[in-house]
């Protein structure tokens, strides 16, 4: 009986440990889960072949979606665009359609609840004491106001913010602005309209320092009161070379063809459209191909969608140029401040 039990005991410890295998196993299957690029990879290649089982793809097709929801768990504010056009946008607005409404709409879902979280963190995340130009902010707003979501029909068909959210973090990303503002008012030096000199306090004081220790140095050079430098003027003031002024007289006659030049540059007239919100038009520009929409997000601005021939979508002009590829939801854009239409103009005559 000992014998038999001693067998007995030996095999379950076997079986046991044949079985405890396939745990590793299941720990480097999760370990070897494919990167989006990968994913894409795999399955673009089995549908071009296109003697892929029918089961086989659907594999291929979970380990994408799956791929996707790791990315979107990952992804920062500003990469959430890019997520949804170039993204999810790629298998569910394709023709004919790659995923299913039901995959869509739980990538999009996802997309949504990580994009309100994420927007939260990196709204508080703005640190006043850092200098930012005011541009920064008004792209922070622009990308708001552009991500709020949208339906069609009922459906969560576009966005990664709620409304709700998206007002919220409007009211704090204007009021952080206000804040940085007040706190930089004293510490910048504006050199020009477009460039801006950084001073500390610190740097100020040692800079005023300097000033005082060298104004001394000035007042004990008695070398410029001395009078025979002044003689040597009033005899150079009393030669003929004064009568040659005419020649400076001609200077005008240059400014003049700038003047003219100013009142036909290129520049942008915006108006109001229900549909997108705004619209705008161009004159004076003599290079009909200029490039508007880039101008728009060199500035800070979101550009107002282009309409399409189905109704409530339009065609996506975000990436600075009319992709007549993509339709989304037709949303309004906010008008743009008066600062950015100024900041068109500048761009436009580059």
């Known amino acids: ?20 295998t396939t745990e590793p196993n299941k720990v ?23 003697d892929t089982p029918a089961g086989k793809l659907e ?14 768990s990952n992804i920062e504010f500003r990469g959430l665009w890019n997520m949804e056009h170039e993204v999810i946008d790629k298998w569910c607005r394709a023709n004919p359609k790659t995923f299913t409404d039901e995959e869509c709409y739980k990538l999009r879902a996802a997309l949504l609840k990580h994009g309100d979280k994420t927007k939260d963190e990196f709204v508080d995340s703005i640190d006043i004491t850092k200098f930012m130009a005011d541009t920064e902010f008004w792209m922070i707003l622009v990308a708001l106001r552009d991500g709020e979501r949208k339906t069609l029909n009922g459906k969560l068909a576009y966005g990664y913010f709620s409304p709700d959210n998206v007002k919220e973090a409007i009211a704090k990303v204007k009021q952080k602005m206000k804040e940085h503002d007040e706190y930089w008012a004293d510490k910048i030096e504006t050199v020009s309209d477009e460039v801006k000199v950084v001073t500390p306090p610190e740097k100020k004081d040692e800079v005023e320092e300097e000033k005082k220790e060298e104004t001394p140095v000035k007042e004990e050079t008695p070398v410029k009161e001395e009078t025979p430098v002044k003689e040597e003027t009033l005899v150079k003031e009393e030669t003929p070379v004064k009568e040659e002024t005419p020649v400076k007289e001609e200077t005008p006659a240059i400014e003049e063809p700038a003047a003219t030049i100013n009142e036909s540059l290129c520049h942008i007239t915006i108006s109001e459209n229900e549909l997108l919100g705004w619209d705008f038009s161009l004159a004076d520009c003599d290079n009909i191909n200029v490039n508007a929409y880039d101008c728009f997000l060199q500035c800070g601005i979101q550009p107002p969608l282009v309409s399409s021939e189905e109704p409530e979508l339009c065609h996506e002009t975000a990436g600075g140029f009319i992709d007549y590829n993509v339709l989304i939801p037709c949303i309004p854009m906010p008008i743009p401040l008066s600062d950015q239409i100024e900041c068109i103009d500048v761009c436009l005559n580059i």
């Open 1 to 20: 009986m000992n014998k038999k039990i001693f067998i007995i005991s030996v095999l379950t410890i076997l079986l046991l440990g044949g079985c405890g």
């Open 59 to 72: 594999e291929l097709k979970k380990a994408l979606i799956a791929a996707i929801l790791k990315d979107i």
């Open 28 to 50: 480097e299957e999760t370990q070897v889960q494919p990167t989006y690029k990968d994913a894409v990879l795999d399955y673009d290649l089995a549908v071009m072949k296109g």
